[in-house]
């Protein structure tokens, strides 16, 4: 099982980015997936998900400006973040979810992306 994520950078506040991650080793379509992150000093948590069936569901922190998306023949899965606030600065890192569970693939976290915004 493999996640290669991308589309981070450095980004003013009220900016955008687009994340992509690309999965492997397992059927993504039969996975609910997620988007995590990772601040300095702070444990993972999850910033957005989507079903199987394509149900979205946002961490109230984001809840507005961020958009998780699929592409299930791609085995692709996709963050639309906007109106970025400092406080988004963070490693982002997708992975597989079991709903009301957490990460399937707890030890196959890929290298993340990093987000950083400022000025």
């Known amino acids: 099982v493999q996640f290669d994520e991308s589309g981070g950078g450095l980004v003013q506040p009220g900016g955008s980015l687009r994340l992509t991650c690309v999965a492997s080793?397992?059927?993504?379509?039969?996975?609910?997936m997620g988007w995590y992150r990772q601040a300095p000093g702070k444990e993972r948590e999850l910033v957005a998900s989507?079903?199987?069936?394509?149900?979205?569901t946002y961490a109230e922190a984001v809840k507005g400006r961020f958009t998780i998306s699929r592409d299930n023949p791609e085995s692709t899965v996709y963050l639309e973040m906007n109106n970025l606030k400092p406080e988004d600065t963070a490693v982002y890192y997708c992975?597989?979810?079991?709903?009301?569970?957490?990460?399937?693939?707890?030890?196959?976290w890929g290298q993340g992306t990093q987000v950083t915004v400022s000025l």
């Open positions: 080793g397992f059927t993504l379509s039969i996975n609910a």
């Open positions: 992975n597989a979810l079991r709903e009301g569970i957490g990460p399937t693939y707890n030890d196959d």
């Open positions: 989507i079903s199987i069936g394509g149900r979205t």
